[in-house]
């Protein structure tokens, strides 16, 4: 059997890239006590950041798709990082919470730029069939951010305060700006989708409810993910230390869970992988209020699943549309991006409004509702490609 060469360098540039994306994306969910504390206000209305975050990386990810399509993907993916980079050093400095959304959501045109191109250009620095393993693979570095990246922003908005996670993650996204300029090749420009490319995205029979599986379970994860912290505070009594272990865990379930997406994508396909993924993240959702209930033992159980399956849903959804229509990935994996960015919001927004009424008993329960409704699209979808086959 013949072994596969290393990956290039340029794919561990865009883990790492991804990395400080990713830390950086969810440094607001783990520092929410910090910043609400900081601002002297709710929890609900920090809650905003994620919310009004990811409306635009939802907004931003089609639409810039079109307007960077000409450009050479080492400097695009270079600049974004840099962006990304300044906007936390910025956000670090706002006196108010007021003045720290409008920079927040400039902040986040980055991920709406790196992410899906950095997927998109995969397929031309790997052989054809190693495209879904290499899209999986780049999206360990999301794992990382979750085992890692933020349970350091927790622990230092713990310590030190929400400025320190900021500046820390600015630092980090610089140094994957140079690591992106150094090692990706020069050149390399997906083919630019025409008016007729975006069409046939909009139109392809699978494409566009594959994302809209994305969709449902990125809300039906947020719901209740956004407000993690606060939650524990408030039911486990959870102090910094306590926050940084529970986010840890989730986090080394995350990279276990996308190392074997990565492993047995090819055996299972993108659909089984991403069905998998889905069911674990519904086990959780079911359980949750009896982790609450037994403490901290019986809550790391209970979150084993989720986490297993946070980071592998995603990979498994790009590799998904990756293997379904090569030639539109640029497009389909920005229409993606959009999706669970739209999910986010969707979901944040509706875990803040049942936090601030008392309701988050609910939180669980809406979103494995999500879930279920993304599980039945997806064997649905499943059934209807068997019958063209």
Known sequence: ????APWPGALWALLF????IGTGVMVVPGTLPELAASFSTSIAAVGQLITAGALVVCVGAPLLAGLVAGWDRRRLLAVSLAWFALGHLAS?????????????????????VFTPQAAACVGMLVPPHRRAAAVAFIFLGWSLASVLGLPMAAYLGGHWGWRAAFGVIAALTAIGALWVWRTMPAGVKPAPLSREGWLQVLRHP????????????AAGQFVLFSYFGPLLV?????????LSLIWLWIGLCGVVGNLLATRYMDRLGSAGMAMLAMALISVSLLLWPLGLALGWTALTAVLLPWGLGCFAANSSQQARLVGLAPTLASASIALNSSAMYMGQAAGAGLGGWLLARGTSSWMN????????????????L???????A
């Open 1 to 4: 059997m013949r072994r596969e």
């Open 17 to 20: 890239g991804n990395f400080a």
């Open 92 to 112: 670090a400095l706002m006196p108010t919470l007021g003045a720290l959304l409008p920079v927040r959501m400039a902040t986040l045109v980055a991920p709406a």
């Open 206 to 217: 699978i494409l566009v409810p594959v994302v809209g599986i994305t969709l449902l379970q």
């Open 234 to 242: 408030q039911r486990l009594h959870a102090g910094p230390g306590e």
């Open 365 to 380: 329960w809406c979103g494995l509702a999500c879930l279920v409704a993304a599980m039945l699209l997806s064997l649905n």
């Open 382 to 388: 499943g059934r209807r490609g068997r019958a063209t």
